[in-house]
């Protein structure tokens, strides 16, 4: 496999890229989190092994930047960063699984076989969404609501995404903002009740018949259809 390594340790990055080197994979070093970032958009890797505690740009902020920018090579954080905290930060930025340092190469090599495994599992899902009235088409981000193509930005598309693959799960408005807008939003904000406003518009065909319910005090939930699968 190609490797993208993210280490600014040089004796840890001497160690997994002389260790993988040995397993046969081929590997390229980045020192800083912005060298990284770029890395990981221009190449083309297989995995992506990405310390935290980078000068330049913050791991979890180079993870949540290729998951907005769907590049959704298989990641895996290595930090020392251990706080149970931290780990929840980086699973819900985009990150396939996170180790904390000091790691056993033999468990590193194991991790990476299951992220990998579970990587291609996912590949072969359909990439269309389907609930109701509306067809998401997730490579081609094109979002249809009975038959008709609709114009959504960005973060639009990344809530409708959250809802339908999670049809029927309540999402608190933090839980929004974590997996939409990252970790550096204030929680006090009210984008998120904006943007729900804004998708409403687009999805729905009335006030009453809204396809996302609020749950006072605790956020938001994607209602399918009666009979619907939902994908």
Not at 2 to 23: H, M, P, Q, S
Not at 160 to 187: Q, Y
Request: proline share 4%.
């Amino acid at each position: 496999m190609r490797i993208l390594i993210v280490e600014d340790d040089a004796r840890v990055a001497d160690f997994l890229r002389r260790g993988l080197a040995a397993e046969g994979h081929f590997c390229v070093m980045a020192t800083d989190g912005n060298e990284g970032l770029t890395l990981a958009q221009e190449g083309d890797f297989d995995m992506i092994l990405l310390d935290l505690m980078l000068p330049g740009m913050h791991g979890h902020e180079v993870c949540q930047q290729l998951r907005m920018n769907r590049i959704n090579t298989p990641l895996m954080i290595l930090t020392a960063m251990d706080a149970q905290e931290d780990i929840v930060d980086g699973l819900r930025l985009g990150a396939d699984d996170y180790m904390t340092k000091p790691f056993s190469f033999e468990e590193l090599l194991a991790r990476i076989e299951s992220v990998m495994r579970r990587s291609d599992s996912r590949s072969l899902e359909d990439p269309r969404l389907k609930a109701g009235r509306i067809t998401f088409d997730r490579d081609a981000l094109l979002v249809e609501v009975e038959g008709q193509p609709i114009k959504m930005t960005a973060k639009e598309m990344a809530i409708l995404e959250l809802f339908m693959s999670h049809p029927g799960k309540l999402f608190s408005r933090e839980r929004i903002l974590s997996n939409v807008w990252g970790m550096n939003m204030d929680p006090m904000t009210n984008v998120v009740d904006v943007y729900i406003g804004k998708l409403r518009k687009k999805i729905d065909r009335s006030d009453s018949d809204s396809m996302i319910e609020t749950v006072r005090g605790l956020g938001y939930r994607f209602i399918v259809p009666p009979g619907n699968p939902g994908r």
